[in-house]
């Protein structure tokens, strides 16, 4: 199982 | 020139034991409305969001926004001065290099004053959209805390499913596989319900020793919000009654 990072959501504002 | 002072302290105290073990250094943004911050772990899978009103101090002055960056660490540190009956000032000027951190118990008249020294902190700001979660738990934060514990010494990895009738927690492991589900349980015994807002239902699967960590939080509440949407991280939400909203946002484990 592969763990998702957050950047991957949500961008640099 | 920033003054917030926080007749419960002990919030304060809570609050920094919450996120220590997440986040390191961190910007705390100071404006004439409240105080904010906003950091991710280093693994960038976790981040930390607070928020506290000015309505929630005893005491707030802020002219203008300021950034504050501190040492989560070392700022814990100082926080243990602190006894647990006492009030909390903090204090900056304009272009601070120290921010000032004042415990006073009025009972014993004993005062505690410290400058920690800020630091420049060159850190990743995230934009989170306002999202409509599909499903949204509340449950007792002591019970959720347990669950986690326990289910972690199963499994690394715990499974949310979310439905209409129950929410459900299961894990797989060497050890085998199980499930805590818990049904929609508005009884008259306020810390035992469990409230389902479920529009969608979501599944999604998670590292336990990010929530362990995150549950630390539930001294400062009676209660956990989960907002689960499919394609989103997850948020673990605890309300700090008159003062503000601690949130944890969780990127989900995808499989191979």
Known sequence: MQQKALTSFFSSA | ?256
């Open chain 2, 1 to 256: 020139m920033f003054e917030a002072k926080l007749t419960e302290g002990l919030i304060l105290k809570k609050i920094v034991e919450s996120i220590k073990d997440i986040v390191t250094d961190v910007n705390i943004d100071i404006s004439p409305s409240g105080i904010s911050l906003q950091a991710m772990d280093s693994s960038h899978v976790a981040l930390v969001s607070l928020n506290l009103s000015m309505d929630g101090f005893e005491h707030y002055r802020a002219d203008t926004n300021m950034v504050l960056g501190v040492s989560i660490a070392n700022l814990a540190k100082v926080m243990k001065l602190a006894d647990n009956n006492d009030q909390i000032t903090l204090q900056a000027d304009q272009e601070a290099t120290h921010l000032k951190i004042i415990f006073e118990n009025p009972k014993t008249e004993r005062t505690t004053e410290f400058n920690l020294n800020l630091i420049t902190i060159d850190s990743e700001h995230l934009a989170i959209p306002e999202t409509e979660y599909s499903s949204v738990v509340t449950i007792n934060s002591g019970e959720f805390s347990k669950i986690c514990k326990e289910l972690f010494s199963l499994s690394e990895t715990v499974q949310i499913t979310t439905n209409t009738d129950y929410v459900q927690f299961s894990v797989e492991g060497e050890v085998g596989s199980g499930q805590v589900r818990l049904g929609h349980n508005d009884s008259e015994k306020k810390e035992d319900q469990t409230i389902l807002e479920v529009s969608e239902s979501v599944q999604q699967q998670f590292a336990i020793r990010y929530l362990n960590m995150f549950n630390k939080a539930s001294t400062l509440s009676s209660f956990t919000r989960l907002c689960l949407h499919q394609e989103q991280p997850l948020v673990v939400e605890f309300k700090i009654d008159n003062l503000g909203v601690l949130k944890y946002f969780l990127a989900p484990k995808i499989s191979d």
